[in-house]
Nanobody, 128 residues
Framework: QVQLVESGGGQVQAGGSLRLSCAAS????????MGWFRQAPGKEREFVAT????????YYADSVKGRFTISRDNAKNTVYLQMTSLKPEDTAIYYC?????????????????????WGQGTQVTVSS
């Protein structure tokens, strides 16, 4: 069982930056591919970014590519999402998710159905 706790959300003006953190309780954090997803009011949850267990592979949604950076520190059991050049359309609840994958530490996952563990979410609000 893995528990995920997000932090770092808040309110920021358009063009600003935020860094989200997600702390995991996993014994061997590198066994988990990690992802960030978001859900805006009235919309379905969507993929934002993912990183492999080893940290060597990442993948981003087109809407955030070049503005967001996902990273992880396996020694601290934490994954980060650095968000820059924020836009009002980035307003959403941001969730981190974990997928156990002991056999391939280089894989990334964009499908939310692949993730077995989810955090409670953190609100990001970008004002114009």
């Amino acid at each position: 069982q893995v528990q995920l706790v997000e932090s770092g959300g808040g309110q920021v003006q358009a063009g600003g930056s935020l860094r989200l953190s997600c702390a995991a309780s996993a014994r061997t954090f590198s066994n988990y591919a990690m992802g960030w997803f978001r859900q805006a009011p009235g919309k379905e949850r969507e993929f934002v970014a993912t990183i492999s267990g080893s940290g060597d592979n990442t993948y981003y949604a087109d809407s955030v590519k070049g503005r967001f950076t996902i990273s992880r520190d396996n020694a601290k059991n934490t994954v980060y999402l650095q968000m820059t050049s924020l836009k009002p359309e980035d307003t959403a609840i941001y969730y981190c998710a974990a997928e156990w994958n002991y056999y391939d530490k280089h894989i990334v996952r964009t499908n939310q159905n692949a993730y077995g563990y989810w955090g409670q979410g953190t609100q990001v609000t970008v004002s114009s």
